[in-house]
C-alpha cells in the first residue's frame, strides 16, 4: 500500500510537466497529417457513423433503446471505450516508446502512463462536446443525473491509470504482451456494452447470471455508468455490489501496478 501511495504522490508533484508534454505530444503527433488534428475528431465520427448504421439502423431496425434512439445510446458508452481502449494501447507502449526520455528525465518514469492518458484526455473533450450536441439534436436535456458524469469520470481516470501502471511495466519486460493486450481489447469490445444492449437480449433474460458476470467487468461498470448520467437511468448508488467490486479491482490493480513498476524501474533501460 505504501508503494501505491508513492506513486500516486509523483503524480501530484508532476502535474506541470505531464500537462505540458502531453500538449507536445498532441501536435507532435498529428504534423505530418494534411487534416492535422482534425483526425482526433474524425475518425472517432467514422466509427460511430459505421456503428449506428450497421446495428442501430439494420440490426435494431431503428429500436428504441432506454426511450432514446440508438444514436443517442451509443453515443456516451462508445466514446468511453475509444478513450478507454486509445489509453490502455498507448500506456502500453509507453515506456517503450519514449526510450530515451526514459534513460534521461529526470522526473519519475511512473509519470510516463500519465502523459499518455493527459494527451488522450484532449481527444475526449471533444468528442463529448460534440457528442452532447447530437444528443441536444435528438431531444436530450440536461438533468441532475449529469452530475453522475463526475463520478463515473474519476472511475474512469482511477482504471486507467492504474491500468496504465501494469501494462507498461509489464510490455517493457515482456514485449509480446501489447499484443496479446491489443487481442484482449478487440474482446473487450464485444462483451462490454458498447453496442449492444445486454437488457434487451433474449440469450441474457433465460440466463440472468450471465449480465452478472458481465457486469464484474470494469469497462462494462464505466460505460453502463455513462449511460446511466447522460440518459438519466438510474444514480450511481443503485447496485453497490457493482461499485464495491469496481473498486475493489482498481485498488487491486494500483497496488499491483506500483510494486511491480517500483521492482523494476531501475532496470527498464535494460529491457529496453
Known amino acids: ?21 502531453a500538449k507536445y505530444d498532441e501536435k507532435s503527433t ?24 450497421v446495428f442501430g439502423t439494420i440490426m435494431y431496425a431503428n429500436r428504441l433503446m432506454d426511450g432514446y434512439k440508438y444514436i443517442v445510446w451509443l453515443l456516451p458508452g462508445f466514446i468511453a471505450w475509444q478513450f478507454m481502449r486509445s489509453e490502455i494501447l498507448g500506456a502500453s507502449k509507453s515506456m517503450v516508446n ?23 484526455l484532449i481527444n475526449y473533450w471533444w ?5 452532447v450536441i447530437i444528443m441536444f439534436a435528438y431531444h436530450v436535456r440536461p438533468s ?10 474519476i472511475c474512469m481516470i482511477a482504471f486507467l491509470y492504474a491500468m ?15 499484443t496479446l493486450l491489443n487481442s484482449a481489447m478487440q474482446l473487450m469490445f464485444w462483451v462490454s456494452g458498447t453496442i449492444f444492449n445486454f437488457e434487451i437480449n433474449d440469450t441474457v433474460k433465460v440466463h440472468p447470471i450471465i449480465i452478472r458476470i458481465i457486469e464484474i467487468n470494469p469497462f462494462y461498470y464505466i460505460i453502463d455508468g455513462m449511460r446511466d448520467a447522460f440518459l438519466g ?30 521492482k523494476f524501474r531501475s532496470r527498464f533501460i535494460d529491457y529496453i
Open 233 to 262: 437511468r438510474a444514480w450511481f448508488f443503485h447496485d453497490v455490489k457493482a461499485m464495491v467490486i469496481f473498486w475493489t479491482i482498481v485498488a487491486l490493480l494500483w497496488i499491483l501496478g506500483s510494486h511491480i513498476h517500483l
Open 30 to 53: 498529428f504534423q505530418a497529417h494534411i487534416l492535422g488534428m482534425v483526425w482526433q475528431i474524425l475518425d472517432p465520427l467514422i466509427n460511430i457513423s459505421i456503428y449506428w448504421f
Open 1 to 21: 500500500m505504501k508503494e501505491a501511495w508513492l506513486v500516486l504522490l509523483e503524480q501530484f508533484k508532476n502535474l506541470g510537466i505531464i500537462n505540458r508534454l
Open 127 to 131: 468528442m463529448l462536446g460534440i457528442s
Open 144 to 153: 441532475l443525473y449529469w452530475l453522475e458524469f463526475f463520478y463515473y469520470f
Open 98 to 120: 519514449r526510450v530515451q526520455m526514459v534513460s534521461k528525465m529526470q522526473f519519475p518514469v511512473s509519470t510516463i502512463p500519465s502523459m499518455t492518458l493527459a494527451n488522450q
Open 164 to 178: 496504465g501502471l501494469v501494462t507498461s511495466t509489464i510490455t517493457v519486460i515482456v514485449r509480446d504482451f501489447h
